[in-house]
């Protein structure tokens, strides 16, 4: 089975050498948990180590944003996208509707051919899907107004959305991240519920604090097609980016 190496030290033996190649996997994590660096340090290490180019879609950030957020680590990716190596593509849902989002972003695809890409947040186009036009959403799914009738709900349309830019993401054939809020009091993997059972892996990140230390987590809780580490693993933010650790005693668990 061909694998993507992660570039994140002590990940890839945890995931018996890598990620399958053209999986989508959920990066579910509370906050603070180290999200949005893991994900970019899994592209800024696929394009320097294995030169496979990279898209990072952000909903939260700009770009300024995301070059600051790399510096602190050395990641000079203003190099890299003048290289043609890395895009970094920022879309404002309240400037541009999700099905023009989309649009775009499938013919960016086409025309960079990532081998890495990583989508900032799920859960972010998933707060906006439930807060544009009920009725501008269902035209845009190919509903007529008298399904309203049917029991339809905001909700019920916002998990559809989420399912087909799942999908249509998952059709790419790019090796995914998608990066989600782990909800805290819920035994859901995600705010929107539905992103682990169509993910083909599932990678969580947690901050736990015990007394008055502080310590990360992350557990790889499913991969498919491939053998894996069970278990929770400490992480670590140093100087080049998170590293995974030894496996957390039963106390910590």
């Not at 890598?18 to 970019?40: E, M, R």
């Not at 035209?139 to 029991?151: A, Q």
């Not at 008055?212 to 991969?223: D, H, L, Q, Y």
Request: include cysteine; charge should be positive; glycine fraction near 10%.
């Amino acid at each position: 089975m061909d694998r993507i190496k992660t570039g994140i030290k002590g990940l890839d033996e945890l995931l018996n050498g890598g990620i399958p190649k053209n999986h989508l996997v959920l990066l579910s994590g509370q906050t603070g948990a180290g999200k949005t660096i893991f994900g970019l340090q899994y592209l800024i290490k696929g394009i320097m180590d294995y030169k496979e180019k990279g898209i990072f879609i952000t909903f939260e950030q700009t770009k300024d944003d995301v070059f600051l957020q790399t510096k602190q680590f050395g990641w000079n990716i203003k190099d890299l996208e003048k290289k043609g190596l890395l895009k970094i593509l920022c879309f404002k849902p309240t400037k541009m509707h999700l099905t023009i989002m989309t649009e775009q972003l499938e013919k960016d695809v086409k025309e960079f051919a990532p081998v890495r890409l990583v989508f900032d947040s799920i859960s972010t186009y998933g707060v906006y899907a439930e807060t544009i036009s009920y009725f501008e959403t269902m035209m845009d799914l190919g509903l007529k107004k008298e399904n309203v009738n049917l029991g339809l709900t905001p909700q019920s349309v916002t998990r559809k959305m989420i399912m087909e830019i799942m999908g249509k993401i998952k059709s790419f054939g790019v090796t995914t991240l998608v990066i989600s809020e782990l909800p805290e009091t819920s035994n859901f993997l995600s705010r929107d519920t539905i992103s682990e059972f169509m993910a083909d892996g599932v990678i969580l990140l947690y901050y736990t604090k015990i007394g008055g230390e502080a310590f990360g987590n992350i557990e790889i809780r499913k991969m498919r097609y491939t053998n894996h580490k069970h278990g929770l693993y400490f992480t670590k933010i140093v100087k080049k980016g998170i590293e995974i650790g030894e496996e957390c005693s039963e106390m910590i668990r």
